[in-house]
């Protein structure tokens, strides 16, 4: 699971946003059915072990980002507005496992799902420098990340500007709970909503 999530973190990086920001402006990436693509020029998204650029399609494992922008036609780079990140460099050789990503790219699509029924004014966005999928309502984060040091499986979260006190909060960056523990969509969409309501009535954690 972790080598498919850090090289599907660099692709996201290297080849969709950083090529993006450099064309159009924004690293902002969005979740489409069965994995996540740009949301301006170029117009390019993975599809679970795959990279699409037009009518090509180019496997993700055993590639590096330089060879599948190249395939694509544009530059591995990623966007200097950001300190966190996959850590994947341009030459690094990808090790995608189509079952893991499999289940990381439907958490996302889950995710998706549930933050629209949940926020349906709201834009989840893909972030790449965090590889997470979020929104961000009355100073408080929602989302789902495909796992990190944390948590190294996909998982959805909730995490308040200002910190909370309370049972509800079980990490330093307010909640999670592991995306297999959801078992369904209504659970997903409870989490949130409960989420809201504790960072709503939740006193703030005192420094």
Same mark, same amino acid.
């Given at each position: 699971m972790g080598t498919t999530r850090r090289s599907l973190h660099g692709v996201a990086e290297?080849?969709?946003?950083?090529? %993006? $920001?450099?064309?159009?402006?924004?690293?902002?990436?969005?979740?489409?059915?069965?994995?996540?693509?740009t949301v301006g020029a170029p117009e390019l998204r993975v599809n679970v072990t795959?990279?699409?650029?037009?009518?090509?399609?180019?496997?993700? *494992?055993?590639s590096t980002c330089r060879?599948?922008?190249?395939?694509?036609? #544009?530059?591995?780079?990623a966007a200097d507005v950001y300190a966190d990140g996959s850590?994947?460099?341009?030459?690094? #050789?990808?090790g995608v496992d189509a079952e893991a990503a499999a289940h990381i790219l439907e958490s996302f699509g889950r995710g998706q799902e549930a933050l629209?029924?949940?926020?349906?004014?709201a834009t989840p966005v893909l972030w790449p420098e965090h590889f997470d999928l979020g929104i961000s309502v009355d100073?408080? *984060? $929602?989302?789902?990340?495909?796992?990190? #040091? $944390?948590?190294?499986?996909? $998982?959805?979260?909730?995490?308040?500007?200002?910190?909370? %006190?309370g049972a509800f909060w079980n990490t330093p960056f307010g909640a999670a709970h592991p995306m297999r523990?959801?078992?369904?969509?209504?659970?997903?969409?409870?989490?949130?909503?409960e989420a809201r309501e504790r960072a709503a009535q939740d006193p703030v954690e005192r420094s």
């Amino acid at each position: 699971m972790g080598t498919t999530r850090r090289s599907l973190h660099g692709v996201a990086e290297l080849v969709l946003a950083g090529p %993006q $920001y450099r064309e159009s402006g924004t690293i902002r990436l969005r979740i489409v059915p069965g994995g996540f693509a740009t949301v301006g020029a170029p117009e390019l998204r993975v599809n679970v072990t795959e990279l699409v650029a037009g009518d090509r399609a180019v496997p993700l *494992n055993g590639s590096t980002c330089r060879e599948l922008a190249t395939a694509a036609g #544009t530059e591995a780079e990623a966007a200097d507005v950001y300190a966190d990140g996959s850590g994947v460099g341009p030459d690094d #050789t990808l090790g995608v496992d189509a079952e893991a990503a499999a289940h990381i790219l439907e958490s996302f699509g889950r995710g998706q799902e549930a933050l629209v029924r949940f926020m349906p004014d709201a834009t989840p966005v893909l972030w790449p420098e965090h590889f997470d999928l979020g929104i961000s309502v009355d100073e408080v *984060n $929602y989302g789902v990340s495909a796992g990190d #040091t $944390y948590l190294g499986e996909p $998982y959805a979260y909730a995490g308040p500007w200002k910190a909370r %006190q309370g049972a509800f909060w079980n990490t330093p960056f307010g909640a999670a709970h592991p995306m297999r523990l959801l078992a369904d969509d209504r659970a997903l969409l409870d989490f949130f909503e409960e989420a809201r309501e504790r960072a709503a009535q939740d006193p703030v954690e005192r420094s």
